[in-house]
């Protein structure tokens, strides 16, 4: 049928399902077309292997398409299929044309595919030493097909005859190195030849051997950097070549990147060049032969998600001089990568040096918040004439650059910066008539792409960059609507299970990958380690996907058995000890971000209660039992009542953070609720319509209130502009989103904080109520199979629109308001439903696929006007 199609075919959650780690990976598809209403009835794969007979399911009556089990027979190590699927659906007969073919590799599957051996080359005492490590070989007959299975103790580029190989950055990227290392599968079959051949690679230390952490210490994995390469060459005869590195190999550190750190920048020497040193005829006489070293082969698994890599290119938007003469270049935008330099023809021996960060300081190169971390980038010119030159083994969190030791005229087009993240597919976008705040929605997006660089990290910039739990706990779900984040996060959970529960008897690290630098005791630490719960259940709920509740079901069920021992039987918390609470609440002083308004053990009992209640609900999907944990919610709840709040709903520490806690963590009587839904708005009110909350309390607010009623609040909150406030730091020009919502104070002083980021993505966790509640676009069921339609225009803002890449297709609200009219657009993909709750209606009505369009009579709730007492500094002015 020419208006039904299937496209695309997705593996798992693979952009690319080359070298996967899965033997049978489930399938999921989109079907694109225009009839309403349409529905799925059935669908056939088609799975045919190289040289076999096509399996096919045959026709399965069945509405599944989205993560649907594999049933050909598994894949074995490096196997390649081509799959295809056509469904049927409701409406005219006859099924759908067959997709377009994907084809499926299997990566090496078991640790006895690996015959090749970490080879470690020999290092100078020069910390954070590059080394280049190179084998040739000769290849006696025709290439059909040609693959490299590579990793590193390190970070590595590999280089086959005199070009590199694939375009990953950072590669393998951070894991739990001691339970978990990636390898990548490269296609290079046009990269050899018959003849001579050469394979080659750049090593630098990266996560593995270098500084991590903001205690300066290094080498935490082990001291030495190693490379793993397996390349295997196929035949027209039906044999194979392997080329793996052992001892054998020679390597060097005479090459032109002299030093490279994550941190400190790197610093290259055009003057060591040795050109055509990973192609054939090079001497390599002068190279040392590398040593084999220690690896766990069973350690070694296929990435689940995409790689980082290079994903867009920023222009300058200005070159100035500082009050002090300093060269300055503003890229416009506060972003995560490198600079790509096109060098000028300048004598050799010239040396220029780039210094970044992301603000600048009453005109100068604001520095101090980077800590240690030098972010400096130096380059030796060879007197060679122009080149390009990019920096390969660092990445930097910056918007400007300090230039010294440029010859001549610095020109616009001598810089491009390189965005560089984890290449993620886009699947949310939002606006709105209020510029500011579809700024500030595009700040969220450049901080969760600054900061999803291999694993969540909270800050890219400083000497820190860790995978914090607590921050991804509260962003997951903005996280989940902005791109697909399932196969990257899918990762990053397994990396948590392995710390947790081989090393910390069930306690969720505050930082994972976790090492010991930090001066607090491993303990069960309130919405940090409650990321154990809430991103496999938020990825369920957004995905679909109830195998990565089952991958993460110990965890979940070791965390929660962690914090209610920590909570002791009374559940009343009382060891005391550290906690970081609701971190960074407004009323914490610079140097005591952990001095909140709401004590840590309020927050602790409102969150051992919601993540009891979600395991029960994990637990009902996965049809086990979570009866326990049922008992052990209402109990935690039960406490919390009786300890934090009266009979009436008045909560015993009057501040956002404990009313939004209470309100939506489902922690009141019903009675209660009411009364405690005014309270949290006066209490927003009393506090001026300021944020006045830290990390845990202030993605809940805005929710609470609106699910209170009290929706004209939200919307005064969301749209105040005085810090702190979610529009201050876009008013100081912020293009991301900040640690600290004064991290630049009025008067362009940096705060004096220890922590200053700028480019923290925790505080916009609020997108997720911009989507679910001002667009009005969320899940009804898990994956989008129901969606639910409720915008709930508020006063201030006067049209709104947001889409979402659904498993099932884009899913699309848009709505106007003008007077009393009321207009909303929205598009509902094939095989869905959505409920629809408007403005005006008494209840909820549902839509079937298509385009649809309502208009309703409505009133817009009035400004909520500030308290005849509060001090407006405008009014006084």
Not at 495 to 519: C, K, M, N, T, W
Not at 532 to 541: G, I
Not at 548 to 574: C, H, K, N, T, Y
Request: aromatic residues 10%; charged residues 20%.
């Amino acid at each position: 049928m020419s208006d039904l199609t299937v496209q695309p075919v997705t593996v798992e959650h693979h952009r690319e399902p080359l070298g996967i780690g899965e033997p049978a990976p489930r399938l999921s598809w989109v079907t694109r077309t225009e009839l309403p209403g349409w529905r799925q009835t059935g669908y056939e794969v088609e799975v045919e292997p190289e040289g076999g007979p096509v399996w096919s399911s045959g026709r399965v009556d069945s509405a599944e398409s989205v993560l649907v089990p594999w049933g050909a027979p598994p894949l074995t190590s490096r196997e390649r299929r081509v799959v295809r699927v056509r469904v049927w659906g409701s409406g005219p007969a006859g099924p759908s044309a067959w997709s377009e073919d994907v084809v499926v590799e299997a990566g090496l599957l078991a640790p006895e595919d690996w015959t090749a051996q970490l080879v470690r080359p020999v290092l100078p005492a020069t910390e954070e030493a590059v080394a280049l490590l190179r084998r040739e070989f000769t290849l006696d007959r025709p290439v059909v097909r040609a693959r490299l299975y590579s990793t590193a103790h390190g970070v590595y580029e590999a280089e086959l005859n005199g070009s590199a190989v694939g375009d990953h950055v950072l590669a393998p990227g951070w894991t739990s190195y001691r339970h978990r290392l990636r390898y990548q599968t490269y296609d290079v079959t046009a990269q050899v030849t018959e003849g001579r051949n050469v394979l080659g690679a750049q090593l630098a230390e990266g996560w593995f051997a270098g500084y991590v952490g903001f205690t300066g210490g290094r080498s935490w994995y082990g001291d030495r950097t190693g490379v793993l390469l397996q390349l295997e060459v196929d035949h027209p005869d039906g044999g194979r070549t392997l080329v793996a590195s052992d001892g054998s190999w020679r390597s060097t550190t005479s090459g032109p990147t002299v030093t490279a750190g994550i941190y400190s920048g790197e610093t290259v020497d055009l003057r060591r060049e040795l050109p055509g040193w990973s192609a054939p005829g090079f001497d390599d006489a002068g190279w040392t032969p590398v040593e084999v070293g220690p690896l766990d082969r069973g350690t070694l698994v296929a990435p689940t998600g995409p790689p980082v890599r290079r994903t867009q290119t920023v222009p300058v938007e200005a070159i100035t001089r500082s009050p002090s003469s300093r060269l300055l270049v503003d890229f416009g935008q506060n972003l995560v990568g490198r600079i790509r330099f096109s060098l000028p023809d300048a004598p050799a021996g010239t040396e220029i040096t780039v210094r970044h960060a992301e603000v600048l300081e009453h005109g100068e190169l604001g520095t101090r918040p980077l800590k240690k971390a030098r972010a400096t980038d130096v380059v030796v010119l060879d007197g060679r004439g122009p080149r390009t030159w990019e920096p390969r083994f660092t990445f930097h969190g910056f918007r400007y650059a300090e230039v010294s030791g440029w010859p001549g005229e610095l020109r616009a087009e001598d810089l491009t910066a390189v965005v560089v993240h984890t290449d993620l597919r886009r699947t949310g976008t939002f606006t709105c008539s209020d510029a500011t705040v579809t700024r500030l929605h595009e700040n969220v997006v450049w901080g969760m792409r600054s900061n999803f660089l291999d694993l969540p990290t909270d800050c890219p910039q400083r000497d820190e960059r860790l995978g914090w739990t607590g921050d991804v706990q509260v962003f997951a779900p903005t996280a989940a609507f902005l791109y697909d984040t399932a196969g990257m996060l899918r990762s990053w959970l397994a990396d948590l299970s392995a710390e947790q529960l081989r090393d910390h008897g069930g306690i969720v690290p505050p930082y994972v990958p976790f090492l010991p630098f930090i001066p607090i005791p491993m303990q069960a630490d309130v919405g940090w380690g409650d990321a154990a719960v809430v991103v496999p259940w938020v990825q369920y709920q957004r995905s679909g996907d109830a195998g990565l509740l089952d991958d993460q079901w110990d965890s979940m069920v070791a965390w929660i058995d962690a914090f209610a021992a920590r909570a002791g039987e009374g559940l009343d918390f009382p060891d005391g000890g550290f906690s970081f609470g609701d971190w960074l609440d407004t009323s914490a002083p610079p140097d005591q971000p952990g001095a909140a308004r709401t004590p840590w053990q309020c927050v602790a009992t409102a969150y051992l209660a919601r993540s009891a209640r979600t395991v029960a609900q994990a637990a009902e999907v996965l049809g086990r039992d979570g009866a326990r944990f049922v008992e052990l919610a209402e109990r935690a709840a039960e406490r919390f009542r009786a300890e934090y709040v009266t009979p009436t709903g008045r909560v015993t520490y009057p501040s956002q953070t404990a009313y939004a806690l209470a309100l939506e963590f489902d922690l009141l009587a019903p009675e209660q609720r009411p009364h405690a839904g005014r309270l949290l708005a006066e209490q927003v009110l009393q506090d001026g319509f300021h944020i006045a909350t830290g990390f845990l309390g202030t993605p809940l607010v805005t929710d609470a209130l609106s699910n209170a009623g009290e929706l004209a609040t939200a919307y005064e909150l969301l749209l105040q502009r005085e810090n702190p406030s979610w529009l201050y730091p876009v008013t100081m020009g912020a293009t991301t989103i900040w640690e600290r919502w004064d991290s630049m104070l009025p008067d362009g002083t940096i705060n004096p904080g220890e922590m200053t980021s700028f480019n923290h993505y925790a505080l916009g966790a609020v997108a997720d109520w911009l989507h679910r509640t001002v667009a009005g676009l969320a899940p009804a069921e898990p994956g989008y199979r129901r969606l639910r339609i409720a915008p709930r225009p508020g006063p201030g803002i006067t049209s709104a629109a947001a889409t979402h890449e659904t498993p099932y297709g884009t899913a699309a609200v848009s709505w106007t308001v003008d007077g009393e009219a009321f207009v909303v657009e929205l598009t509902v993909p094939p095989g869905t439903t959505a409920e629809i709750a408007l403005p005006g209606d008494d209840g909820v009505f549902e839509v079937g696929s298509g385009r649809h369009s309502f208009t309703r009579t409505i009133t817009v709730p009035a400004r909520v006007e500030k308290p005849a007492l509060f001090f407006d500094p405008e009014a006084h002015a």
